[in-house]
């Protein structure tokens, strides 16, 4: 390699490594969001980044964030649909806050178990409509970045996140309404 | 109820999304970048000299001397090793010219320039002084096999062998023909022979012809 190829090898390690560092926390949000494991988004983020840098195709990005997001967002899928489906919902942040004396125990806990309930039922949504609402409330990800994403039109994103809300709040009331039908006949 | 679900949901979703990844998630990926691409380039180096090393090869074995121009495998050539005989190719008296066609294309006819010509005969047992029976190289160098397999690779060669320049293919040479090998590999029977073309193809030399004039009858 002559002297001239070898500062252009540097150059282009030096710019990809800034776009690492730009954008690897973000990626690992896209794929922690499908994956739901720290392990499995971190598999994806480096296998995301290997892709890109083999390929060079993140020289060619005019989108950065949503080109990213989109090459994660497939891996992670891609990932999901081969392993089995974990549980998810709950783990060792599910009773922080019952120490914190901001509230009464009572209410922190019933504000957990609400909470708890509501992840669980985010995660019983159908697919669709679970990853355009997980996606869209990322940082900074507008309804057209996630339409990029998915490579689903604007408008869908937007009717899929209101699709997505009323059945969340039809199923949280529901649930809520017979929490409180099993608490009264106690 | 609504602003209650819309605060907790809120909540449920950045908590989600806002996850951190272990400290330096950006070394580990770039190191993992930088093995696999110093992987990559020790491949394509490894592709080129393979390569490089195929080439070099082919320009050697295309070089290299003596190469059989084509193969010959379980042939019997005849050489002809006397070059009064080839060079008479075609202008042979007719009776030479009758002989049989095997002798014809296997002894006299040049190709291309070249002295001898390989012709597959495998039972002429012909061996005179300017005829000499060859085998060719790759069979002579071939080591000898014995026994059942040894016989089924020679039976599997001979069945690959290529198909013969001359059909039918010839058989032993007849009486005739062996008397024709004679007169051209020896000498003194060649430089009759070639004496005898000479005076052939000499012009016929007619003495003046001399017309008596007819007497008038009176």
Redesign the interface.
Known sequence: MTAFGREEAVGR?EQ??AL??RQ??FV??VA??VVKN?ED??DV??EA??KL??TGAWRGMEEEKAYLARVAWRIAVGRVQRLPRREMVGGE?AMDGLVSGESSPEDLAMRRS??LR??QL?EELPEDLRQT??LS???EMSSREVGMVMGIPEGTVRTRLMRA?AE??RR??AAGASVRARKETR | ??DR?DE??G????????????AG??R???A???E??AA?SRWWMFAAWAGELAVAAVILVALLPGRPKARAVGHVGLAVSNPAAASLGHGLPSGAKASSRSMMYGILRPRSGQASESVPLSKTGLSSDGVSRGVSAERAAAPRRSGASGKQVVQAEEAALPKLDVFPSPVGLGEHDRAVAALVSSPKALAELVSLKQEQEEPVRVAAIRIAPLQEAQ
């Open positions: 390690e990809f490594a690492v560092e690897a926390r690992y949000r922690y969001s720290a988004a971190e983020v480096q980044f290997l840098y083999r942040d609400e909470e509501l992840r985010i609402l997980r409330s990322l940082e809300r969340l709040r949280f009331e | 109820m609504s679900f907790l949901l909540k449920v979703l950045s908590e989600e999304s806002a996850v951190e990844p272990r998630l950006e580990r990926v770039m993992r970048v930088g696999r691409s990559a």
